[in-house]
């Protein structure tokens, strides 16, 4: 039985949707050890999202990250959080709509991704800066 | 201690959710042997999703689709990834916001559900065919 | 090696968001003997969900609830189940897009959370009472 915990600093990037499959999966050797297990991820942060989607064509993750602007803009009557700029509040919507936290199936020392699938960063703010999160495996040896 | 993997194959359905509590835990027969632990459930898909709701009156499930297909219209004039077809950027993006896995208690060998809880299958393409997911048992025995 | 399950009774709350982080890690004396672990906690409902945002300003427990309001009003005319009363679809919809299931990291027996993060009940019934749910801790003693 392994666990294996590690905070992973993620490169700052800009607003909209980035893959960051092999960015995570390359700081954490132990994935390799595990013959079936999880891997679970979790920002530490309010204001950007983890989900999976298309690995493949970018209009997707343009198309996203366009759907969300449309969707929660920042200048809606009733938002009394504006204090810290119009790109905040719909930052928080978008990460309790998509998620902070996911859960990974791991298989013979990979992640059990399906052929289309990646691992997405949601940054939600004009300016985010890195992201920090927490990366822990659980599971059995090969 | 049981680790336990299995790829399901899931039976096609048409665009909408569907209940598949049954048709996930029969085909998990180490579910009935731990006491306490977890199911993670992980789509290999990026245009269904997985979410728990109500498992009693079919009109959830038709709500819940008709409130999606309003949300998210095949036909935004800001979409680029439009050469699958009307319904798949919509399947991308709910998706995202239903998530494609999720993790559930087990307790004494049955998943924990509320009363009127149920597992759906949110099938968003009009033509999605069988959908796949990795099933992961981690638990104690009893 | 400790798996360690509890069924919680959550106080009643008015429909909105509330921080529920204390009220849960009070209850789960285990938490403090794990070095590393994962928690892993279920509503037993779905008319509400669980979501990690922003632990300081109220605000945006406001804004994240009224945002909700907009999105999914109650009479929208293509819903059918609306015996329930007009907050009942909305609290549907709400516990899906949120979701009812999350799993947080533990390290060095505390939830691993960001410094602004807090685990907020999304309460989407006008009269939802006492929720229930269940929480299963999961890791390696210190």
Chains 1, 2, 3 share one sequence.
């Not at 902070?100 to 691992?119: C, K, S």
Request: net charge negative; glycine share 10%.
């Amino acid at each position: 039985m392994i666990w294996d915990q590690h905070e992973i600093r993620l490169a700052p990037r800009a607003r909209g949707f980035h893959l960051i499959t092999d960015e995570i999966t390359r700081q954490l050797p132990a994935l390799a050890e595990l013959d079936v297990g999880l891997l679970h991820l979790q920002l530490l942060h309010t204001s950007a999202s983890l989900t999976l989607n298309e690995n493949a064509d970018p209009d997707v993750r343009h198309d996203l990250d366009a759907f969300l602007r449309d969707l929660v803009p920042g200048d809606l009557p009733y938002f009394r959080h504006t204090i810290e700029g119009p790109d905040d509040m719909p930052a928080h919507v978008a990460a309790s709509l998509l998620g902070t936290q996911l859960t990974l199936a791991i298989r013979d020392g990979r992640l059990a991704l399906g052929t289309w699938q990646g691992l997405y960063l949601g940054e939600h703010r004009d300016h985010g800066g890195s992201r920090r999160l927490v990366a822990t495996l659980n599971g059995r040896q090969g």
